[in-house]
Structures are given as C-alpha cells and as structure tokens.
C-alpha cells in the first residue's frame, strides 16, 4: 500500500502568489483531512470530507483558503493570494468509514512563504 | 466538547530510562483514545490505541491503559532507546461522533545514548 501520497514536499513562494498543495488518500478510505502544523498553534484540523463531500471547513482560516475534492482519489488545498503567516507544514490524512477511526497520515508539504 | 490536555515537554531521557507521558482528557460518552508519533521530518503514525475503558493499547514496547475513573491516557515505555526520539501526541474521538480527532499539543522526546 503506498500510503497518503502529498505533493509537492517542500514549497517556497512570494507573498502574493497562489499556492496549491496536493494529495492523493489511500484507496478506499472515504474520508479526509487537511491539518496545518506550527511551533506556535500546534497541530490544527482546516477541513474534511466524506465521499468527495466538505463536511466541516470551520477550521480553514479566512477565504483565501479553499479545499477541493474532485474525486476519491485526489484533493487541492489553495491559498491564493499567500501571506508569510501561512508557513507551516500542511498534513493530509484518510480512514476508511468502518473500524476504530485512525487516521493515516501522509508525510506532509513544508510551506514557506517570503 | 471533548479536549486532551499532555504534558508539557520538552523530555529528555538517556538510553534505557523509564518513559511516562501524561495524557488527560475531558469526554462526554466514551471516546477512543489514541496515541501517535511524528518522527523527524514525518507524518503522524498511530502508535496505540484503546476504544474502552481499561484497555490497554501496546506497540513497539510502549505501553497505555484506558482510565476511565481518572480519565487519563498515559504513555509508558520500560526502557527508552535513541530511536524512540520524536514528538507523541495523545487524540480521542471528538464530541458527537467519531469522525474527527481531537488532538494533544504533543510531548518532544528527546533519547540520548
């Protein structure tokens, strides 16, 4: 099994610029979460969606945050227009909708914003 | 609604040591407790877990049992190695379902030889 695939791994942009990260949950999980990690506010939940559907985004900080979810196997996370503030370390993570709710965790898109 | 409450660190052990890492949480019903590690550079892995009260979860030698009469969570580990070194962070099952996690501010391990 290969796992929740993120992409890019590392990003560094211009305040201003459009950011847009990716990830692919592993096959068959029908759920999914997009997490931002800093020193500062720890581990925080932006948003998830079941079967492809956004179930709670009270987590995404301010509109130039958005979430996608295509199909079952792809999500985006854009910020548009990127503000220094918004460096951190975007996780994503899926679990199937049967079992005892673990959530697996992919390796995470270092985000830097100058 | 529901919210855990970890020790904060940082903890620095030598190679060897007994490990203990508090984890308290407030709960209506009967939440799932958790416990994963972010190693370096990583994602979080589930370490444990235990879905009732007085499980124990174990894995890779550590060790929690689910209390419910102290409502606590605490991850133990007889003999600590440098491998061990990483951030754990306790979770449970959120108020009104389990479709979301509610997780600690993580505990930084640091095991030096």
């Given at each position: 099994d290969a796992g929740v695939i993120q992409s890019p791994r590392h990003e560094v942009t211009e305040m201003g610029q459009e950011v847009t990260l990716r990830c692919k949950p592993i096959s068959g999980h029908d759920y999914l979460f997009w997490y931002r990690q800093t020193m500062m506010r720890g581990l925080e939940l932006l948003i998830y969606f079941n079967n492809n559907v956004p179930i709670d985004d009270s987590g995404m900080p301010e509109d130039r945050f958005s979430a996608k979810m295509p199909n079952a196997s792809f999500s985006t996370l854009k910020i548009q227009?990127?503000?220094?503030?918004?460096s951190a370390v975007y996780f994503c993570a899926s679990r199937p909708?049967?079992?005892?709710y673990e959530q697996y965790f992919g390796p995470g898109t270092r985000l830097t914003v100058t | 609604g529901n919210s855990v409450t970890q020790m904060e660190g940082p903890v620095t052990l030598s190679e060897e040591a007994f490990l203990t890492i508090n984890c308290t949480y407030t709960a209506t019903g009967y939440p799932s407790l958790f416990w994963y590690v972010q190693y370096p550079g990583e994602g979080l892995q589930l370490l444990l877990k235990a879905t009732k009260a007085d499980d124990k979860g174990s894995n890779k030698g550590f060790e929690a049992t689910y209390r419910k009469e102290t409502t606590s969570f605490h991850l133990e580990k007889g003999s600590v190695q440098v491998s061990d070194s990483a951030v754990y962070f306790c979770a449970l099952t959120s108020q009104g379902g389990s479709e979301k996690l509610v997780f600690g501010k993580g505990t930084k391990l640091t095991v030096n030889p």
């Open positions: 227009p990127s503000e220094p503030r918004d909708s049967t079992g005892l | -």
